[in-house]
Nanobody, 115 residues
Framework: QVQLVESGGGLVQPGGSLRLSCAAS?????????MAWSRQAPGKQRELVAT?????????ADSVKGRFTISRENAKNTVMVYLQMNSLKPEDTGVYYC??????WGQGTQVTVSS
């Protein structure tokens, strides 16, 4: 089993910031997995936002480069993955998901950017 639990979403004004968190664990989970954040806006396909490898190397979608930062903390059997989102725009609105790049997803957390 793999458990991925996201938190930290909410309503924020344009230009504001939010920090999302994801707790990843489980008997079928490895702390060596690359982790990722994706998002899905209403009526649109899910979009990969950022990835982070166990060594810390990162990749970002062009739409969030310079505004979002992905990070992780590895413990013995658990990984915490964070997404710091700054200078938020209305087009960042959506449900944000954490995944282990192996087909396991969390339940998602809603981010709404609106004045």
């Amino acid at each position: 089993q793999v458990q991925l639990v996201e938190s930290g979403g909410g309503l924020v004004q344009p230009g504001g910031s939010l920090r999302l968190s994801c707790a990843a664990s489980g008997s079928a989970f490895s702390i060596y997995y690359t982790m990722a954040w994706s998002r899905q806006a209403p009526g649109k396909q899910r979009e990969l936002v950022a990835t982070i490898a166990v060594g810390g190397s990162t990749n970002y979608a062009d739409s969030v480069k310079g505004r979002f930062t992905i990070s992780r903390e590895n413990a013995k059997n658990t990984v915490m993955v964070y997404l710091q989102m700054n200078s938020l725009k209305p087009e960042d609105t959506g449900v944000y998901y954490c995944d282990d790049q192996r087909g396991h997803w969390g339940q998602g957390t809603q981010v709404t950017v609106s004045s």
